[in-house]
């Protein structure tokens, strides 16, 4: 076989050269001018050839299982086509960048065998088909052409003609298909070249599919061995187990003699291991003695007196037995440890020795040794673990054995332990029965109360919903409750009087209710009770009106009343409910209006309902979005000193001048901010601006005396990098700290005490002074005046209003105002709307008020004005 090759042959030069070549052949004039009747019939000569080897190939592709067959065959068709008696096909692997001569006839040449790195053939024909992509063929002429060019260099046996293909699939070369000739008889034409270049076309198909045919039974064959492995493992791994199984099972037979047990030891290890020579001795260390309780031995010549009990010695068992370790001893090992004077001489029989010393629970009782005088049976590492392993089933079979005498003389004695023992765990078995009871009651059942829990309470909604799918007439009805005012009662009573609070409230509504009817705590001070078989709407208002009723009652708790109420939401069955979450939804939802309405009363839920909580979505978002976009703006409130009503400072209130919905009253979101926190971002924003314009103000019109009084949400305070804020808005602002109020509720005071006394501190030393607003609502007792560094005490509007009218309002102030002086606070009065009003307040010795009466809150340009005014 010759192989032709060239050195860093450039596809493009190259292939100017053929075409040059070929050019050439095909201007230069024939000897012979053929009719044009022959030129037909060499035509159809030429198709009938091509059809017949397509057919031949494409008989190929279908029969041909193996490409090791196939090659031949793809041989003998180009052989019917042309003269083919030299002829490879080369695989190419791109991603490797390797060639492989798949299949080779050749005269001349050997060819080499398995992946050749194409580096090694660089630039060779067969390389240059690879590269280019085309078919090519190399005459003597144009061989010696680039030969003479020193692009050629000849390996092997130089030939005459030299064909070449490429074997494409999806546009990339997968081999190269060649024939060549070694003599001036055999010449290869242009037609050959494109019969050649037609059949490689339709060798390829099935080329590739034999390839990955192969390629996929490769991978199935070695998945086989895996799998084959695998198996054997397991079945290793299965023998083993039943071989500890079966020793187990010895041991607990004890109608076996000990000899009997020895020697099925000695046969469930010879399945294991070749166990032809065994024995096993125990070790008594009160004596230091050995004994060999089982010996079967074929190569001792004198094995009575070879396996006598002894005292120990220089045999190897007493290796294992002073070491407590496995021996494993070839005979080279044998010989050295008798050159070195550790053991006896070893006989010239005895070929591998491997013992493993019987431990039970740290006590050494003996060894256990195989022994071979074959040199055929050599015992390796892997016995060695395996019979160590093994070694300590044999260890605890001996053990159980040795115990079985004193098991059989205490089995009465065992017999009445057992039966006590049987009576303890009768008696466990109840307890825990009561047990498992008792935590199925508890999973299902609220811990507090005793009630069943949302998860039942959804169960027996469903089944209701399901029940009134198939009967209608079964009707139903949800009331969804929620305790007014339970909040006040664990703040100011603490959490121990809440829960006594609603373990009183869950037992009168479990009387209340009918025995049929189910009452379930959803959580916290939310309660919902399931009616069913309702004939009529009327008797859930009846229960709803009783449980209203039973509420408004006070209840005595640690001696004190407490007052509280509910809110009710009443839900009747309707057939577009499907599950028990959307029936809670609404349900809920008509108990929110209840609230919403006034408290202390019960609603029935209707489609508005929901679309009221919708439009608080809604709400909710555009709060978000006017945050964002700064649309909350402060109005101010003029604060003056009653006796001459000199302007002081103001109070900043937030007003919401909307892109989408116009002027929002506070009325209308100040609630909800509240309820989603988002009030809190409203404040700081508020403050920053109210800052920032009594700034503009003290530059503008030279009020360096006026301040501003700013509203915080209660859980401001509880935030601790409040201070930081008011301190980073003051900087910004350039306000003086002194010009700056903050006003909080007595309900900020009642919750996370110790941060918002911290926060309070900080803020007084930063400077800024605190007002406790509405002061006289609250719920909690006054001592807190006392802890918490408040300055001002506002007097809330509720009180002034009608004040003329209601004796007891003027008291109340009066009080106040005397609490305040005595703290050394000072009073503002709120909600003054007359004359009489401001003058009374002045009367009981109130320094400062706002309202109505001197001015409604202004925006900053209207209250710019305001000031001029009264500057005037």
């Not at 044009?36 to 299982?65: G, I, K, W």
């Not at 009990?309 to 496995?326: A, F």
């Not at 001459?644 to 989408?660: H, I, V």
Request: net charge negative; glycine share 4%.
């Amino acid at each position: 076989m010759t192989k032709k090759h060239t050195d860093s042959v450039e596809v493009s030069e190259s292939s100017k050269v053929l075409a040059q070549d070929l050019q050439a052949n095909t201007d230069a004039p024939t000897s012979l001018q053929l009719t044009p009747l022959q030129l037909l019939q060499d035509q159809h000569q030429n198709l009938q050839m091509r059809y017949t080897a397509l057919f031949h190939l494409n008989q190929l592709s279908q029969e041909c299982d193996e490409l090791e067959n196939f090659y031949p065959q793809v041989h003998r068709t180009i052989a019917s086509l042309m003269t083919a008696k030299n002829f490879f096909i080369v695989s190419y692997d791109q991603t490797f960048a390797t060639m492989e001569f798949v299949y080779c006839v050749d005269e001349k040449d050997d060819w080499p065998k398995g992946a050749i790195d194409c580096e090694k053939f660089s630039g060779s024909f067969t390389n240059l088909v690879i590269e280019s992509m085309q078919p090519l063929l190399v005459t003597p002429a144009l061989e010696k052409k680039l030969q003479d060019n020193g692009k050629v260099k000849v390996y092997g046996t130089t030939g005459t003609d030299w064909l070449g293909v490429p074997l494409l699939h999806d546009g990339l070369v997968i081999g190269v298909m060649v024939v060549q000739s070694y003599s001036e008889r055999v010449r290869y034409t242009e037609q050959d070249l494109s019969m050649l270049t037609f059949a490689a076309q339709h060798v390829v198909g099935a080329m590739t599919r034999l390839q990955d045919k192969e390629q996929l039974t490769s991978a199935v064959n070695a998945r086989t061995r895996e799998l084959m492995a695998q198996i054997r493992e397991r079945e290793k791994s299965e023998l083993l187990q039943e071989s500890l199984y079966r020793i187990s099972e010895l041991t607990s037979d004890a109608s076996i003699d000990i000899n009997d047990f020895y020697a099925k030891v000695h046969n469930i290890i010879g399945q294991l291991i070749n166990a032809t020579n065994f024995f096993i001795a125990k070790y008594y260390q009160e004596s230091d003695m050995i004994e060999y309780v089982y010996v079967v031995d074929e190569g001792s010549s004198d094995s009575k007196n070879f396996f006598q009990t002894r005292k120990l010695s220089n045999h190897h068992s007493e290796l294992v037995i002073r070491q407590q370790k496995t021996v494993l001893l070839t005979q080279e090992d044998m010989k050295a440890l008798f050159e070195s004077g550790q053991t006896r001489e070893p006989t010239s029989g005895e070929h591998s020795w491997l013992g493993v010393p019987l431990l039970y629970a740290g006590q050494l009782l003996g060894v256990m040794v195989l022994q071979s005088y074959d040199t055929d049976t050599t015992y390796t590492q892997q016995d060695a673990e395996l019979l160590n392993f093994v070694s300590t089933h044999v260890s605890s079979a001996i053990k159980r054995r040795e115990a079985l005498d004193i098991e059989r003389q205490s089995h009465e004695l065992l017999e009445q332990q057992v039966k006590l023992r049987t009576l303890a765990l009768e008696e466990e078995i109840v307890q825990r029965k009561q047990a498992e009871k008792k935590l199925k009651h508890t999973a299902s059942h609220d811990s507090l109360t005793g009630l069943p829990n949302r998860a039942v309470f959804i169960d027996l909604l469903n089944h209701a919903i399901a029940c009134n799918k198939r009967k209608p007439e079964l009707a139903f009805a949800i009331l969804f409750l929620d305790l007014d005012r339970f909040k006040v009662v664990n703040d100011s009573l603490g959490h121990h009087a809440g829960d006594v609070l609603l373990k009183l409230i869950a037992r009168e509504l479990s009387a209340i209710v009918r025995d049929k009817d189910t009452v379930a705590r959803l959580g916290g001070d939310e309660f919902v009770i399931l009616i069913e078989d309702l004939k009529s709407n009327n008797k859930a208002f009846e229960i709803a009106q009783r449980i209203t009723e039973f509420l408004e009652q006070p209840f005595t708790i640690e001696n004190q009343l407490v007052f509280t109420g509910t809110s009710i939401g009443i839900l009747f069955s309707d057939e577009r409910y499907d599950n028990a979450d959307t029936m809670l939804r609404d349900a809920d939802t008509a108990m929110y209006h209840a609230k919403d309405c006034g408290k202390g009363r019960y609603e029935v839920f209707d489609a508005s309902m929901h679309q009221k909580v919708q439009n608080a979505l809604t709400l909710e978002a555009d709060i978000r979005e006017a945050i964002e976009w700064q649309e909350f703006e402060p109005y101010f409130q003029p604060i003056l000193k009653l006796d001459n009503e000199e302007l002081q400072g103001f109070e900043a209130l937030a007003r919401w001048q909307s892109t989408k919905r116009g002027f929002v009253y506070p009325d209308d979101f100040i609630p909800l901010a509240e309820e989603t926190h988002l009030i809190q971002a409203i404040d700081l924003q508020i403050l920053q601006k109210s800052c920032q314009q009594l700034r503009v103000w003290q530059k503008k019109l030279l009020r360096d005396d006026l301040y501003v009084s700013c509203n915080l949400f209660c859980k401001q305070f509880f935030r601790p990098t409040l201070p930081d804020d008011i301190a980073k808005i003051l900087m910004q602002t350039e306000l003086k700290p002194e010009h700056l109020r903050v006003e909080l509720t007595e309900r900020a005071l009642l919750e996370n005490t110790d941060i918002v006394l911290a926060n309070m501190k900080a803020l007084k030393l930063l400077g800024v002074k605190i007002l406790l607003d509405d002061f006289g609502t609250g719920y909690s007792s006054l001592s807190y005046l006392h802890r918490f560094p408040i300055d001002v005490l506002k007097i809330d509007r509720s009180f002034i209003s009608n004040v003329n009218e209601h004796k007891s309002n003027k008291a109340i102030i009066k009080t106040i105002i005397d609490l305040a002086t005595n703290l050394r606070m000072v009073t503002v009065g709120e909600g003054i709307e007359n004359l009489a009003d401001a003058q009374l307040l002045q009367q009981m010795d109130c320094l400062y008020g706002q309202g109505f009466y001197f001015s409604k809150p202004l925006p900053a340009t209207e209250m710019e004005q305001y000031i001029v005014d009264k500057c005037v």
